[in-house]
């Protein structure tokens, strides 16, 4: 009988450790496992509101250390959310936050490799993390990439800057991390060596490791299945690309693209929907850039082939990826028209302003497509073939918004000349000292706004246009975030939400926000 006693038992115990992991792996409760979620920024969450202000519905909101410009994460009641701090970025966090109540459960925070300028020009903690029941994953732009447990403990580091060389992309890096199964997936697209990097969740350890062209880009991989079989997509300055996830091995390329170095795709079905910047709107490239919101179908199992299935010269991304959803796809331009398109044919549905400009994209749930504007305003639509618009909300109060409460900006000061003002460094590229610039004389990284600086189109940049620039470069970014903000870089910014359990959380540079009523 006691042997029996301890077996049931032993049996009973086995079962619960059993079922206890099988939660922890599947995640189960919902949640927000990375950027746009899984790569659609689409979420089955039930009783998500559609109605709050200011004085209703936000259940709380809390400063965060430093700045981020990464979207929050939601895992198992806990949030997590990455930030920098220092004059130099000289700290690089990882923070986990009570998702009920918006308290501390932990902060991790870890010394940066490749310090850099803390300002609103360069990127601050711009990679979205991932997690799963095996735990966190960050990236950060001074080259850091790190694997923690749920409890806040350092599994693993990697230093890619001292490994593979330092980035080299204009504002910083951007790109957001993805995952497999097993997998940490790492795009650094830039002017330097590019590659696409798998990194094991257990120990950091390089999988696979692929080159890519070089090129200066800010979008994020997406690892979707696509006829069965799983696969990375990443779109990204005159591509887009699938790769085997085990490998690594390049499997379909579409190179007849351009515009693409912010939006990220969207996968529904076989079909990957691609967003473009047209040209003159920042990244575009000519004709290129007014055809290259896209929808490529990937057909074939072992051996794909994709091929493009149509193109919108009129919707276009900017800031924010494309949304998928139930046969339609959503596209939203740096005005914040929304053009909602037939996934299957690519015919206009509609195309109205909401609004404002969204640097965070869109999110459906619940029957509804939110589109959270930079300044703290979110256009409620009802998903679907035509334009009904069920609410515009405000997170703050537009006359008085959130200062930062310690956060504070440090222009670097670099003896090799790096100016923190682009104004600064378009003078500086004045090489024989005309008074005008040429194209070939700009930095890279600047030559795409050439078009948009030449006002009078005779294929030079004299002091008049250079004024000009100056001028509307101070009225963009002067403010601390007040009115309209649709031009402020200044906080507060909404960069990113996740959803589930009911809420929004909302993350701008230096804050989070939770919102559950209506």
């Known amino acids: 009988m006691k042997t029996g006693t301890i077996s049931t038992l032993s049996t009973a115990s086995l079962l619960s450790i059993l079922l206890l992991t099988l939660i922890v792996e599947s995640g189960a ?11 659609s920024s689409v979420s089955t969450a039930e009783g998500i509101p559609t109605r709050w202000s200011p004085t209703e519905g936000i259940t709380w909101q809390r400063e965060l250390p430093g700045y981020g410009q990464s979207g929050p994460l939601l895992w198992e009641g806990r949030l997590y959310l990455t930030a920098v701090e220092g ?9 986990a936050l009570d998702a009920k109540s918006g308290g501390t459960i932990w902060s991790q925070g870890i010394e940066t490799t490749t310090p850099a300028g803390n300002y609103r020009m360069k990127s601050r903690a711009a990679p979205t993390p991932v997690v799963d029941g095996t735990g966190v994953y960050a990236f950060f732009e001074g080259g850091d990439v790190v694997g923690l447990s749920h409890t806040g403990e350092v599994k693993w580091r990697r230093r890619l800057t001292e490994e593979y060389g330092e980035f080299q992309n204009g504002h910083g890096l951007g790109s957001s991390l993805a995952q497999t199964k097993d997998a940490v997936i790492v ?21 696979w490791k692929t080159a890519r062209t070089s090129r200066s880009s800010w979008t994020s991989p997406v690892v979707a299945t696509l006829n069965g079989r799983e696969q990375i997509v990443v779109s990204s300055n005159g591509t887009v690309d699938g790769y085997d996830p085990d490998t690594g091995r390049l499997i379909w390329s579409v190179d007849d693209v351009g515009g693409n170095t912010i939006p990220s795709v969207a996968v529904a079905g076989d079909r990957v929907f691609a967003g473009a910047s047209m040209s003159g709107s ?13 929808c490529i179908e990937v057909t074939g199992g072992e051996s794909p082939t994709a091929t493009i299935a149509w193109r919108s010269r009129k919707a276009a991304c900017h800031y924010v990826s494309p949304v998928a959803t139930d046969g339609r796809v959503y596209f939203v331009n740096n005005a914040g028209v929304v053009h909602c398109l037939d996934a299957a044919t690519g015919e206009t549905l509609f195309a109205e302003r909401t609004a404002g400009m969204c640097w965070a994209t869109p999110v459906v749930a619940g029957g509804h497509v939110y589109l959270f504007t930079k300044d703290g305003q979110t256009t409620v639509l009802k998903d679907g073939p035509e334009f009904k618009e069920v609410a515009v909300n405000a997170l703050w109060d537009r006359t008085h918004p959130p200062a930062p409460e310690t956060y504070v900006q440090h222009r670097p000061e670099s003896p090799s000349g790096e100016r923190g003002n682009p104004m600064d460094r378009l003078k500086d590229a004045d090489k024989n000292q005309d008074g005008k610039l040429v194209k070939e004389e700009l930095p890279e990284s600047m030559q795409a706004f050439f078009g948009r600086l030449d006002s009078n189109g ?7 246009e250079l004024k000009a620039a100056s001028e509307r470069m101070s009225r ?15 906080d507060p910014i909404v960069y990113g939400v996740a959803v589930g359990d009911g809420a929004f959380f909302v993350r701008t540079g230096t804050r989070a926000y939770c919102i559950r009523g209506n």
């Open 29 to 39: 409760g919902e949640t927000w496992s990375g950027f746009r979620n899984d790569g």
């Open 87 to 95: 004059p130099t970025k000289e700290k690089s966090l990882v923070l």
């Open 187 to 207: 795009l650094i697209d830039h002017s330097g060596p590019s590659y696409l990097l798998a990194l094991d969740k257990q120990t950091g350890e390089n999988r």
């Open 282 to 294: 920042g990244g575009g490239d000519g004709d290129n850039a007014e055809r290259s919101s896209c």
């Open 458 to 464: 005779d294929g030079a940049i004299d002091q008049e």
């Open 476 to 490: 963009r970014g002067g403010g601390g975030g007040g009115g309209s903000g649709a031009e402020s870089y200044d």
